[in-house]
């Protein structure tokens, strides 16, 4: 088995063998901890002929990506006699006596070929008109999409922000000696594996088009990265030189990613073409520089290093030039991560020997911790930044959760029956 230990700490052995996360969990839940009083009510009915078109498993999926994000209270549409399917059968004073603010409803319907035509409306209750609205003509079996589809109009609908639902994660489930890198829904459903192999495979990272992913697999008994496209299946090593070959991270524009590499016998950070071919070295310390980042607009990334004694955050101009610090509170700060908008970063805090998710401004020193369990890891934001996903250890086990940015609020997730590692979340545009 892996040892469990940060992944600064594994770099000192230029191995970078690192379970981030090993979690047993059972099928999917959500548990809110905190944020009530200031969350949404929207009752979601079940649609018109779900049970028997979809097995009634439509508006299930609905209630639990919005109830997950934490800004929602999902009111008991079965204390409402009246179950309206469209905007005209609505009786509003009845879903106003149940607290509801909105109201989402509609109907699953046959259509040509074999498919089924699933209409909803999510209805202010207060004004009594439509938010938005939707008509989608698909196979039955892409329901959980179209359920999805749905959350994320809701979710715009009420909070004007897009909605992640139909993003996906990818992280590394380890059964035995076997590794197997997965590719799935948000919520942890509809898992595919995309490389199973008896070494370990390891820091999973989205590419912005959602269609490619590299990681590190030590299959050829060293640490090798490689891109791997989705859609083909195929893939090829990026860096594959001489020692370690770890950390990737892209570029927001997919042509290049930031590699760690230690050809020089140090820990450094280098830029290689997402094609593969020449390498560019962008730090240069006799410190160990690792775990790049890149910021949203391409000019500068985050990444770890000790040449202050500790590991610590720094910026530095992708073109290159003088690495600036961004943390100065805490001896131990890793695992950064930008925001989508670029204007704060998450990571990981040890602090009295717990590692805790922290957020901090860019160009601010003000950290703020958005945890408070003993032992937090590898945070990163949903693609629209109203999340951070990090895993975490609850009892002796590990476990995913996802917080607001202001800790406020949190949900914990359960995602697959397992050990996984290192999990990430994807971009809006994924390829399915």
Same mark, same amino acid.
């Given at each position: 088995?892996?040892?469990? +230990? @940060?992944?600064?700490?594994? $770099?000192?052995?230029? =191995?970078? =063998?690192?379970?981030?996360? /090993?979690?047993?969990?059972?099928n999917l839940y959500v548990e809110i901890i905190g944020g009530g009083a200031s969350r949404h009510a929207i009752a979601v009915v079940p649609f018109q002929d779900e049970a028997s078109r979809l097995g009634g498993a439509l508006t299930p999926i609905i209630r639990n990506d919005l109830n997950l994000t934490g800004l929602f209270r999902i009111v008991d549409a079965s204390a409402v006699t009246d179950q309206p399917a469209t905007p005209d059968t609505v009786h509003y004073p009845a879903w106003q006596t149940a607290g509801a603010q909105s109201l989402a409803i509609g109907t699953v319907g046959e259509a040509n070929n074999g498919q089924v035509t699933i209409s909803f409306n999510l209805m202010d209750v207060a004004q009594q008109k439509s =938010?938005?609205?939707? /008509?989608?003509? $698909?196979? @039955?079996?892409?329901?959980?999409?179209? #359920?999805?589809? !749905?959350?994320?109009?809701?979710?715009?609908? !009420?909070?004007?922000? +897009? &909605?992640?639902?139909?993003?996906? !994660?990818?992280?590394?489930?380890?059964?035995?000696?076997?590794?197997?890198?997965? $590719?799935?829904?948000?919520?942890?459903?509809?898992?595919?594996?995309?490389?199973?192999?008896?070494? @370990?495979?390891?820091? *999973?990272?989205?590419?912005?088009?959602?269609?490619?992913i590299a990681y590190v697999s030590f299959e050829t008994n060293k640490p090798v990265v490689w891109v791997q496209d989705l859609q083909t299946g195929k893939r090829f090593a990026v860096a594959d030189y001489k020692g370690s070959n770890s950390a990737p991270a892209w570029s927001p524009d997919g042509s290049r990613l930031a590699v760690v590499l230690t050809t020089t016998g140090n820990s450094e950070i280098y830029l290689v073409s997402a094609n593969g071919g020449s390498r560019q070295r962008l730090t240069y310390s006799n410190a160990i520089d690792t775990e790049p980042t890149w910021a949203p607009d391409g000019s500068k990334i985050l990444f770890v290093s000790d040449r202050s004694?500790?590991?610590?955050?720094? %910026?530095? *101009?992708?073109?290159? &030039?003088?690495?600036?610090?961004?943390?100065?509170?805490?001896?131990?700060? $890793?695992?950064? +991560?930008?925001?989508p908008d670029g204007k704060r970063f998450t990571y990981i805090q040890r602090t009295g020997g717990n590692f805790r998710v922290m957020m901090q401004d860019i160009g601010v020193d003000n950290p703020r911790a958005i %945890?408070?369990?003993?032992?937090?890891?590898? *945070?990163?934001?949903?693609?629209?930044? %109203?999340?951070?996903?990090? #895993?975490?250890?609850?009892?002796g086990r590990s476990v995913l959760y996802a917080a607001t940015p202001d800790g406020s609020s949190k949900v914990r997730l359960g995602v697959i029956n397992g050990e996984i590692q290192d999990p990430a979340w994807g971009p809006f545009n994924v390829s399915n």
């Amino acid at each position: 088995m892996l040892s469990r +230990k @940060p992944l600064f700490i594994l $770099v000192l052995t230029l =191995l970078m =063998l690192l379970v981030g996360l /090993q979690a047993r969990a059972d099928n999917l839940y959500v548990e809110i901890i905190g944020g009530g009083a200031s969350r949404h009510a929207i009752a979601v009915v079940p649609f018109q002929d779900e049970a028997s078109r979809l097995g009634g498993a439509l508006t299930p999926i609905i209630r639990n990506d919005l109830n997950l994000t934490g800004l929602f209270r999902i009111v008991d549409a079965s204390a409402v006699t009246d179950q309206p399917a469209t905007p005209d059968t609505v009786h509003y004073p009845a879903w106003q006596t149940a607290g509801a603010q909105s109201l989402a409803i509609g109907t699953v319907g046959e259509a040509n070929n074999g498919q089924v035509t699933i209409s909803f409306n999510l209805m202010d209750v207060a004004q009594q008109k439509s =938010l938005t609205s939707g /008509q989608f003509t $698909v196979a @039955p079996e892409r329901y959980r999409q179209v #359920a999805h589809t !749905i959350a994320d109009m809701i979710y715009e609908a !009420i909070t004007g922000q +897009k &909605g992640f639902f139909n993003t996906r !994660i990818v992280y590394v489930l380890k059964q035995g000696t076997n590794y197997q890198l997965q $590719v799935a829904d948000m919520d942890g459903q509809h898992a595919k594996t995309v490389v199973r192999s008896r070494e @370990p495979i390891m820091s *999973p990272a989205w590419a912005p088009d959602g269609r490619r992913i590299a990681y590190v697999s030590f299959e050829t008994n060293k640490p090798v990265v490689w891109v791997q496209d989705l859609q083909t299946g195929k893939r090829f090593a990026v860096a594959d030189y001489k020692g370690s070959n770890s950390a990737p991270a892209w570029s927001p524009d997919g042509s290049r990613l930031a590699v760690v590499l230690t050809t020089t016998g140090n820990s450094e950070i280098y830029l290689v073409s997402a094609n593969g071919g020449s390498r560019q070295r962008l730090t240069y310390s006799n410190a160990i520089d690792t775990e790049p980042t890149w910021a949203p607009d391409g000019s500068k990334i985050l990444f770890v290093s000790d040449r202050s004694g500790g590991p610590q955050i720094y %910026s530095m *101009p992708v073109s290159g &030039g003088e690495a600036t610090r961004m943390t100065w509170q805490g001896s131990y700060n $890793v695992s950064p +991560k930008i925001s989508p908008d670029g204007k704060r970063f998450t990571y990981i805090q040890r602090t009295g020997g717990n590692f805790r998710v922290m957020m901090q401004d860019i160009g601010v020193d003000n950290p703020r911790a958005i %945890s408070q369990d003993a032992y937090d890891e590898r *945070p990163s934001f949903a693609p629209n930044g %109203s999340m951070v996903l990090y #895993a975490s250890d609850l009892g002796g086990r590990s476990v995913l959760y996802a917080a607001t940015p202001d800790g406020s609020s949190k949900v914990r997730l359960g995602v697959i029956n397992g050990e996984i590692q290192d999990p990430a979340w994807g971009p809006f545009n994924v390829s399915n």
